[in-house]
């Protein structure tokens, strides 16, 4: 009886982190997704009707079921709270301080950190086009972490669930 | 610490830490009147009419471009309009005046490329500087005269102006203001920041069609307005004179014949609007009041 329950949770175990493994690609995807949306939202904003980039960043913040909600609030209020220090930098530190913890990437971490150089500094026109590159460059990261995942996603789940099956076979 | 040097360090917050830093140790802050930034070149600041070299510290291009999105509150695009006219109004008055490569569009200059210089001017507030002209501001049947105040620029033609409005008003009567650049009232989320009297109203707009709106829904006994600059101000001023409004402005000239060289105000003064003509002299960190026409 002990051994059946070892090998079930044993089975378990291995297809659990072979599910992990899936899902960490998926909610790259997701973020990757949501941050297209949130340069599109900030392009729209500076184009149509040149809003102030505090502002834009209160709306951002305030966008229920969006996974980059926690990296808006946490902007604004370092802006807040150290007014001193440049947007550039408050943008670059956020990012570069919450972006693991939400599944993102280095090559997406550095595109959007990048963004600090010319995000709030200079005329409409110059900003768009930068928003307009970062935008392509996410969209090619995205593309790939797509490919990422239709291949390597259902291949973790499965190595995962054999590689218990071995293991329990092994034991036995 | 003293209002004027509250000023100085409200109009020193647009600049990065560093320059800031070396700025508000200055002792001559109370009489600071302007902060030159130069690409590639030491810090300045003007008092007494001369630009004095505060430390080494090199500024760079870069600073330039950060104190002009600090300033916009990291929203160049939101003051396209005001970069295009060469400025940038800042909290409490103040003014960032911007120098760089133009980006011409149809024409007409649509915005500052690279930023090569900047100019903060801090705005201060003279509480009394009018006192000596304000028997000469009334006909004897109350009626308040079209007042013209002249100087170069830098000589505190805004200031006397926004002392005439503040103890005119306080007497009782309604002037409009049209603050184009947010100047003369510095309103702050609808508050003015200066003091302008009781009885005055303040939209900021372009000055011709404010003139024009203000006619229409504030009923004002005086309209007021600094620098005269177009032909549009003129029209917008003769018609409100014609509505039987008085007029308070101000114009970028030495005397009346200077004024009177410059095709536009050559037009001005053919429409004999103006009941007293003043204008101002600067001696050092002083400033002479001359009625140069219409006095009692």
């Known amino acids: ?172 | 610490m003293k209002e004027r040097t509250k000023r100085f360090i409200q109009a020193c917050d647009c600049l990065t830490p560093q320059i800031k830093n070396i700025l508000i140790h200055i002792k001559e802050c109370e009489i600071c009147e302007e902060i030159r930034l130069r690409a590639g070149k030491p810090i300045y600041a003007v008092w007494n009419d001369t630009e004095h070299k505060l430390g080494e510290y090199i500024v760079t291009q870069n600073n330039l471009q950060e104190i002009l999105s600090r300033a916009a509150r990291y929203s160049v695009h939101s003051y396209s309009e005001y970069i295009a006219q060469g400025f940038l109004p800042l909290d409490g008055g103040h003014r960032l005046g911007i120098c760089g490569t133009a980006v011409i569009n149809n024409g007409k200059i649509s915005g500052i490329r690279t930023i090569s210089s900047l100019n903060l001017r801090i705005a201060q507030e003279y509480i009394g500087c009018a006192d000596s002209l304000m028997p000469h501001i009334f006909f004897k049947n109350g009626r308040p005269k079209n007042v013209l105040i002249l100087s170069p620029p830098a000589h505190g033609k805004t200031t006397l102006l926004r002392d005439l409005i503040r103890q005119v008003s306080n007497k009782g009567i309604r002037i409009s203001i049209a603050d184009e650049r947010g100047e003369l009232a510095a309103l702050n989320n609808g508050v003015a920041q200066f003091d302008i009297g009781i009885h005055t109203d303040v939209i900021e707009a372009p000055k011709a069609e404010a003139v024009l709106l203000l006619l229409k829904t504030m009923s004002p006994k005086i309209i007021a307005l600094d620098e005269i600059t177009s032909p549009n101000d003129l029209k917008a001023i003769d018609y409100a004179g014609n509505c039987g409004v008085g007029i308070f402005a101000s114009a970028h000239a030495i005397n009346i014949d200077d004024l009177k060289n410059r095709p536009l105000y050559s037009e001005m003064m053919k429409l004999n609007i103006f009941d007293i003509i003043i204008s101002l002299e600067k001696h050092e960190n002083t400033r002479k009041i001359n009625i140069l026409q219409g006095g009692i």
């Open chain 1, 1 to 172: 009886m002990l051994q059946i329950l070892g090998a079930i949770l044993v089975i378990f175990s291995s297809t659990a982190l072979g599910i992990a493994g899936k899902q960490k690609l998926s909610k790259r995807t997701k973020i990757l997704g949501e941050w297209i949306c949130a340069i599109d939202f900030i392009t729209a904003e500076i184009e149509q009707n040149h809003t102030p980039i505090p502002d834009i960043l209160n709306m951002l913040s305030k966008q229920d079921n969006s996974s980059l909600k926690p990296i808006f609030i946490e902007m604004l209020q370092r802006i807040n709270m150290q007014h001193e220090l440049s947007f550039s930098y408050h943008w670059h530190t956020t990012i570069r301080d919450l972006a693991f913890s939400l599944g993102m990437e280095y090559e997406e971490i550095e595109t959007l950190r990048n963004t600090a150089s010319y995000l709030g500094r200079y005329q409409a026109e110059m900003q768009i086009s930068g928003l307009l590159h970062t935008r392509s460059r996410l969209v090619s990261i995205q593309t790939s972490a797509v490919q990422a995942l239709q291949n390597k996603g259902n291949v973790y789940r499965m190595c995962g669930i054999a590689a218990g099956i071995i293991t329990v076979l092994m034991i036995v």
